[in-house]
């Protein structure tokens, strides 16, 4: 192999390996939200009017932290025998614009909603049983004790705060 070859060879490899380096480096970054557009300029210009812009955002659900089975002394089975599974994301948002004909005066040219992605928590139900044995009973010779048998559901929880704005003025 010819020297300048040998030179070309380790210089494309030494930029290739900082490539791979640089792309080690940096951790891709999760998104929140991911935004939506609905392209309308095709009909703004072959109808020749001005038509709303239309934008959203998905929020993307997240799975949190299972809280487990817990063991209980004196119980059989343990707590929360299905567990609740909590779920974090949002509700979706949207940015709406459409321009307004001159009805309303020289003071309203548009109107306009906003309303941005919320935050969403959620639980999904989980169930709780016990078993109608008790704990060994040593008047008993060791056997356990009978009792009313129990069930409970845990109910599911949806917490949200979401938020709109309309509005109405001149500009775009």
């Known amino acids: 192999m010819k020297q300048s070859t040998r030179g070309t060879l380790a210089a494309v490899m030494t930029g290739v390996a900082a490539a791979v380096g640089a792309a080690a480096a940096a951790p891709a970054t999760a998104a929140d939200t991911v935004p939506i557009a609905v392209p309308l300029n095709g009909v703004e ?8 812009s239309i ?4 929020p993307l659900p997240l ?13 059989m089975l343990p707590e929360r025998a299905v567990p609740q599974v909590p779920l974090s994301g949002g509700l979706p948002g949207a940015d709406i614009r459409t321009p307004l004909p001159d009805l309303l005066g020289d003071g309203a040219d548009h109107l306009g909603l906003s309303a941005p992605a919320a935050g969403l928590r959620a639980l999904t139900p989980g169930v709780s049983l016990d078993s109608p044995l008790g704990a060994p009973d040593p008047h008993r010779l ?3 004790g009978l009792k009313v048998p129990q069930a409970a559901v845990l109910t599911p929880l949806l917490e949200t705060v979401p938020v709109a704005n309309l509005e109405m003025g001149s500009g775009s």
């Open 45 to 52: 210009q072959s109808l020749g009017l001005k038509t709303p």
């Open 55 to 58: 934008a959203g955002e998905l």
């Open 63 to 75: 799975p949190g932290r299972l809280d487990g089975p817990r063991y209980v002394e004196g119980r």
């Open 142 to 144: 060791g056997l356990p």
